[in-house]
T-cell receptor, first 113, second 113 residues
Framework: EAQVTQNPRYLITVTGKKLTVTCSQN?????MSWYRQDPGLGLRQIYY???????DKGDVPEGYKVSRKEKRNFPLILESPSPNQTSLYFC????????????FGEGSWLTVV | SQQGEEDPQALSIQEGENATMNCSYK?????LQWYRQNSGRGLVHLIL?????REKHSGRLRVTLDTSKKSSSLLITASRAADTASYFC?????????????FGKGITLSVRP
């Protein structure tokens, strides 16, 4: 079954404590990205990756890092989380670069206190 | 980044009625996609319409595209309570395509039983 799997699904953490949200897809997709969703702001892209070792900033990259060492995995790293990073995060993937269906993970609810 | 703007922001209808949702965008597209999001869940792909198509059907869904007006509509016929969700459009540009795709705020559809 085609899947984008995120972990953890729910996390409460404290300010400054580094955390990683993992994302894995089983569809051999080249393209992966991270979004955050906040009330009234819609979905905003954080980072994206066109292929292994190729990553670039989206619209709201500040405070986040990513890596793409393998095709299937695209972790999102918060080196020093702050309360304004409390949000619902989604990982997504698609085949190739243009115009293909985007598959989303189920989301990760992150609260930073 | 390419972004669709959905309209209206919220729509409330009675079960059995039709729901029409609109999307506008700014630059030339390769295709346009519609997604649904149930509360707190990941987005799910509904339908894709290519720039050289004017209308497409999938079950109770009908999508139209007017590239001269840079707009698209999603019609859900004979709505059901299970159609209650947020709906997003995603215009996919010709260059850079998914790379800088940011979703809009979406349309919140409520279908009353």
């Amino acid at each position: 079954e085609a899947q984008v799997t995120q972990n953890p699904r729910y996390l409460i953490t404290v300010t400054g404590k580094k955390l990683t949200v993992t994302c894995s897809q089983n569809m051999n997709h080249e393209y992966m990205s991270w979004y955050r969703q906040d009330p009234g702001l819609g979905l905003r892209q954080i980072y994206y990756s066109m292929n292994v070792e190729v990553t670039d900033k989206g619209d709201v990259p500040e405070g986040y890092k990513v890596s793409r060492k393998e095709k299937r995995n695209f972790p999102l790293i918060l080196e020093s989380p702050s309360p304004n990073q409390t949000s619902l995060y989604f990982c997504a993937s698609s085949r190739g670069k243009s115009g293909n269906t985007i598959y989303f993970g189920e989301g990760s609810w992150l609260t930073v206190v | 980044s390419q972004q669709g703007e959905e309209d209206p922001q919220a729509l409330s209808i009675q079960e059995g009625e039709n729901a029409t949702m609109n999307c506008s965008y700014k630059t030339s597209i390769n295709n346009l996609q519609w997604y649904r999001q149930n509360s707190g869940r990941g987005l799910v792909h509904l339908i894709l319409i290519r720039s050289n198509e004017r209308e497409k059907h999938s079950g109770r869904l009908r999508v139209t595209l007017d590239t001269s007006k840079k707009s698209s509509s999603l019609l859900i016929t004979a709505s059901r309570a299970a159609d209650t969700a947020s709906y997003f459009c995603a215009p996919i540009g010709r260059t850079g395509a998914n790379s800088k795709l940011t979703f809009g705020k979406g349309i919140t559809l409520s279908v009353r039983p």
